[in-house]
């Protein structure tokens, strides 16, 4: 094994001893953090039929706790990530206030921009990884590191969905 495919067997050997969304979900984190790095992290559900989303982990949970659903507004942010399923990336904190209303929030808490990655199972959208970084974090390089999380954010959600929270 090589050390480029240590972040990868780490978060394989994490998801395989566990049924527990929660611990998928905190390798998840660990992965993205190695892979380009990220000031939070979080994961929600995306629930067409019910109109809603729901946070499902946040490294944050001061800031950003696991709580209630909010409605899914069909806006760009919408178009370009549930209809499109196509990542959402801004890389100023201007850039995020057009889409975020929590803008101040994520700035205070130094972040500035943000990749809303959508997780895509059966067909449809079935939720998002949402990591936030510093301004102009997202470079072409990291944009690019980030599609490692694709395949082991699905494993992640195999298991919330097997668990019976999906």
Known sequence: MTDTLKPSTDFRSAIEATN???VAWAALQRLADVLFGVKLFTVSTVDMTAGLSRRL???DPASYPVSGTKP???DAWYEQVVAGRQNFIKNTLAEISGHFPDYELIGSLGCGSVLNMPVVLGGEVVGTV???GAEHHF???RIAASEHLRLPALAAFLIFHNAGRG
Do not use: E, G, R, V
Request: net charge neutral; glycine share 0%; charged share 15%.
């Open 139 to 141: 470079t072409p390089q």
């Open 57 to 59: 982990f946040t490294s």
């Open 72 to 74: 899914i507004s069909k």
């Open 130 to 132: 949402n990591c936030l």
């Open 20 to 22: 527990d969304p929660a």
